[in-house]
């Protein structure tokens, strides 16, 4: 039988005011663009059985004999074009986010705390929750940055707090955002970043808007992604009056020989500059923060290969980052979850009513 070794911690203290925090939790990026980095975060990403889901023993041999022999160095050449001076796009924007989303709970006088992590890479989700825990939160709204559910990335994000939560003896209050992909805040966040760059630049013959793939056996197997990518997709269409043969649906980044789900983005930018379409922006929706899959493999690659299709001109539109709409979103789908928690701070008076009750009920056992 399974038993724990639960970390030692202090004696628990009677009248402790409770806490709330909100962890922010996103996909993660290598330390460094460089093989010996990228590999690290590799191994840690596709040894996630809910990223792979094909036996065990048989893709550990194909990770480490082969995809982790050759792909780092590819894979940290795609991450020096978009590095900059402060670090990973992704860690930059995710940090920023935190940030402002903690001012908004400040300015709204409520007395929560607002952290980022990383599933894969620093910080880790483990490492934020020691973080949490020892400033005494007791309570945590877990966030991630992922708007549809998939198995792949929200399940998994939640399968690093279970997995903290078996060496920990006393447990904060969880609570777990599932996904977002139709509330009104995201929705909104979505279509004034639209509106912003077509106020700037004019509207496109065609908008795309291109969602992370994942295998399609994943929807055979009750994933509920492939439906929400495309209710977002609806609902951002009817938020910005377009008919339906204005914008279109797909999906990128796919890996190895398994069928993914369809229709493939760069397939259908080439298919669109044949068609004589000369102008295509493109969006991300399913990214809250811009990272590799948009920086490198969008802007560039996939500009590149509708260009060289016949297209005219490509526009990517960049994702939610921290404006300040997406900022207050979050605000408004983090209350959403936290109904019941108080969130404004005791006052002194308070807390040493409770330390002296809890000390009188004490003396009495």
């Not at 991450?79 to 670090?87: D, F, L, P, V």
């Amino acid at each position: 039988m399974f038993k724990p070794a639960f970390t030692p911690e202090p004696p628990f203290t009677h009248g402790q005011a409770p806490r709330t925090a909100v962890l922010l939790c996103n996909l993660g990026t290598p330390d460094a663009p460089t093989a010996s980095a990228v590999r690290r975060y590799l191994a840690e990403f596709l040894g996630d059985h809910r990223v792979v889901e094909i036996p065990r023993l048989l893709w550990l041999a194909i990770l480490h004999g082969i995809i982790l022999r050759v792909r780092p160095a590819k894979s940290a050449a795609k991450y020096a074009t978009i590095w900059t001076a402060e670090g990973s796009p992704l860690k930059i924007w995710t940090d920023k986010q935190a940030q402002a989303l903690q001012k908004v709970f400040n300015n709204h006088r409520q007395a929560v705390t607002v952290r980022y992590a990383m599933r894969y890479g620093n910080p880790s989700i483990a490492s934020q929750l020691d973080t949490l825990k020892a400033e005494g939160h007791t309570r945590i709204l877990i966030l991630p940055a992922y708007p549809q559910y998939s198995g792949t990335t929200t399940a998994s994000v939640f399968d690093a707090v279970y997995h903290w939560g078996l060496q920990s003896r006393l447990l904060p209050e969880f609570r777990f955002i599932n996904h977002y992909h139709d509330h009104p805040a995201y929705i909104a966040a979505l279509a004034e970043r639209v509106r912003a760059h077509w106020a700037a630049h004019g509207q496109p013959e065609r908008l795309v808007m291109s969602f992370h793939g994942v295998p399609e056996r994943t929807l055979h197997l009750g994933d509920p992604y492939h439906c929400e990518c495309y209710k977002t997709a609806r609902l951002l269409g009817e938020a910005l009056g377009l008919s339906k043969a204005q914008y279109m649906v797909t999906f990128q980044s796919r890996f190895g020989k398994a069928k993914w789900l369809e229709p493939y983005t760069e397939p259908t930018l080439i298919a669109l500059a044949e068609q004589g379409v000369k102008r295509v922006d493109l969006i991300c929706p399913g990214f809250t923060s811009d990272c590799l899959e948009t920086l490198e493999e969008i802007s560039q690659e996939a500009q590149e290969t509708y260009l060289h299709a016949g297209g005219e001109t490509f526009h990517y539109i960049p994702c939610l980052n921290d404006s300040d709409t997406w900022v207050q979103g979050m605000h408004d789908l983090c209350q959403s979850h936290m109904g019941g928690w108080p969130l404004e701070q005791p006052h002194a008076q308070e807390l040493m009513t409770s330390r002296e009750e809890a000390l009188a009920l004490g003396s009495k056992n």
